[in-house]
Each structure stands twice: as structure tokens, then as C-alpha cells.
């Protein structure tokens, strides 16, 4: 299974969005996002699964949306109204029935 590789981090205003991608190989049962901010555990932001069910971090809710097609093993994020606090390393968590894969993140910074 390849390491998944994360796109589309950078540098915003707070207020603004941006949209993270992330591709995958292997036969994904469910794909997810983590943050870790500096000094802080990482945490789950969103997870979807096959079967188009998610799972948010409740404060993203209203502001973020994960999306998909697991099968083909992609994975987006798309944020909106960020926030200073959503600042941090996001990473892209493949999971298969073997267990769990994880690219090397890509940063978000959101300025006041």
C-alpha cells in the first residue's frame, strides 16, 4: 500500500476556505483527516467511508465537508470559514483491512 500524498494546504486569511486532496492506493474501507496543531494531540477532523458515511469533529461541523470516492481511494476536504484554531498539520489517513496508512501532511495556517 503507497503512502498517501496530501494536497492543498497553505496559507489564509481567516474566513476563507480552502480544499484539501488526498490520493491513496490499496483497497480503502474508509479514508479520514487529522490535524495536529503545535503542542497538541492530533486529532480526527473528518472521517467517510465507503458507504458515504461521515464523521465530523463537532467544531468543524457547518464549516467543513469531506468528500469523495473511497473505492478509487480520494479524499477531499474542503474548509470554509476557517478559523485561526483550525491552524495546524493536516494528514490524510488511509484504512484497509490490514490496518491503517498515513501521508506526511500538509500545513494550514490561518491568519488574524
Known amino acids: 500500500q503507497v503512502q498517501p500524498v496530501e494536497s492543498g494546504g497553505g496559507l489564509v486569511q481567516a474566513g476563507g476556505s480552502l480544499r484539501l486532496s488526498c490520493a491513496a492506493s490499496?483497497?480503502?474501507?474508509?479514508m479520514a483527516w487529522y490535524r495536529q496543531a503545535p503542542g497538541k494531540q492530533r486529532e480526527l477532523v473528518a472521517d467517510i467511508s465507503r458507504s458515504g458515511r461521515t464523521v465530523y469533529l463537532d467544531s468543524v461541523k457547518g464549516r467543513f465537508t469531506i468528500s469523495g470516492d473511497i473505492a478509487k481511494n480520494t479524499v477531499y476536504l474542503q474548509m470554509n470559514s476557517l478559523k485561526v484554531e483550525d491552524t495546524g498539520v493536516y494528514s490524510c489517513?488511509?484504512?484497509?483491512?490490514?490496518?491503517?496508512?498515513w501521508g506526511q501532511g500538509t500545513q494550514v495556517t490561518v491568519s488574524s
Open positions: 490499496g483497497n480503502s474501507i474508509t
Open positions: 489517513a488511509a484504512t484497509t483491512l490490514v490496518g491503517r496508512t
